[in-house]
């Protein structure tokens, strides 16, 4: 089976830097994917990490260690604008396209 | 360059009724995967489409069904409707063998 752990909630003040950590337990693993959620909306692609390492993409970036099955999505000059839902989702190596196992989220409130 | 397009965007039925939600991929994408998404909780996997075929399906009974058309476009059915089949159904869509998958707006089914 498969398992992803994250915290359920982060509290960050405006202008900060706050890491969202992901643990995933997986037969098997591809690579690791983040998602963001506005509360009513659909998850929005962030980043994909397949090797070990940080992937950034202006104010995000995302690590990634398979040795430690472990991954985080870092999250610099915060906005009240990320206050949302950020989920992992572990790509299975599978045919083709593999489906998305996700996490159950983190949700973000960004403070002034 | 249109993006990932589902409908409706509500639906309310009731219990042992059937549904049918409609998706079309964004643009140059041949893979549809549909999700089901419980208030709170991560999207789970459902079942995904490649030229028309089902080819793979997550922990889902035979309730739920789906087709791919020639144009790549999708629909998802769910028959014999339960109170727990209430959720945020969500299409997504990707070009064979890349990761990244790109998510619609949801429908929202609500069931009485």
């Known amino acids: 089976g498969q398992s992803l752990e994250q915290p359920s909630e982060v509290t960050a003040v405006e202008g900060a830097i706050v890491q969202i950590n992901c643990t995933y337990q997986t037969s098997g693993f591809y690579g690791l994917s983040w998602y963001q959620q506005h509360d009513g909306g659909a998850p929005t692609f962030l980043s994909y990490n397949a090797l070990d390492g940080l992937e950034e993409t202006g104010r995000f970036s995302s690590f990634l260690s398979r040795s430690d099955s472990y991954g985080y999505l870092l999250l610099q000059e915060l906005q009240m604008k990320d206050s949302a839902s950020y989920f992992c989702?572990?790509?299975?190596?599978?045919?083709?396209?593999?489906?998305?196992?996700f996490g159950k989220g983190t949700r973000l409130s960004v403070i002034a | 360059d249109a993006g990932v397009t589902q409908s409706p965007t509500h639906l309310i039925k009731t219990r042992g009724q059937q549904v049918t939600l409609r998706c079309s991929p964004k643009?140059?994408?041949?893979?549809v995967s549909w999700y089901q998404q419980a208030l709170g909780q991560g999207p789970q996997f459902i079942f995904q489409y490649y030229e028309e075929e089902e080819r793979q399906r997550g922990n889902f009974p035979d309730r739920f069904s789906g087709h791919q058309f020639p144009n790549y476009s999708s629909e998802l059915n769910v028959n014999a409707l339960l109170l727990g089949d209430s959720a945020l159904y969500l299409c997504?869509?990707?070009?064979?063998?890349?990761?990244?998958?790109?998510f619609g707006p949801g429908t929202r089914l609500l069931v009485l």
């Open positions: 997504a869509s990707s070009f064979t063998r890349q990761e990244t998958q790109y």
């Open positions: 643009s140059g994408h041949d893979t």
């Open positions: 989702a572990v790509i299975l190596p599978r045919w083709g396209n593999t489906p998305l196992v």
